[in-house]
């Protein structure tokens, strides 16, 4: 068996680097690929999937779905927070209204906020707190109305 290249090594580890360098998405070009490796099916108590983003990391848990323009029916956000608590939510910087079901660690809705508006113009102070009044550990944002459209209720159990 005769010694392995030096070069061939070398090689591989600057494929496995651009490998790396294009998943972490150091240009804009590749956010869509990152969004798309953090999607999760999540099965809605009448059995409709909705294709949820995970939010997992502080920076991810705020920025949530600012700045969006729109919200496909079968699309969602899924917040998952460390540990049980009361979270607010609110809708700084959000331009579409939502939907948004609070869960507690066995996946029981708890709390449900419909038709969430985006803050009135201005200063941030100005936008209203929504939910928090249970103790959760996942919130599932959701397109205006589909909450009423899929029946949602306290009590309710959402798989993912």
Known sequence: MGRKSPWLFELALAVAFVGLV???GCDGGSTESLKALNMRDVKLPDGQIIKAETA???????????????LAPDRGMLFVHG???????????????LDMIWMNQERR???IAENVPPCPPG???RCPNYGGHEAAMFVLEL????????????GQVIDF
Request: hydrophobic share 35%; charged share 20%; glycine share 8%.
């Open 83 to 97: 540990s049980a608590g009361q979270y607010p939510y609110w809708m700084y910087q959000c331009r579409i209204s």
């Open 22 to 24: 294009t998943l972490n």
């Open 56 to 70: 997992i990391t502080p920076e991810e848990l705020q920025r949530g779905l600012m700045f969006r323009e729109s």
């Open 123 to 125: 200063p941030p102070e």
């Open 109 to 111: 809705i708890v709390e």
């Open 143 to 154: 397109a205006a109305g589909q909450a009423a459209k899929h029946g949602l209720k306290n």
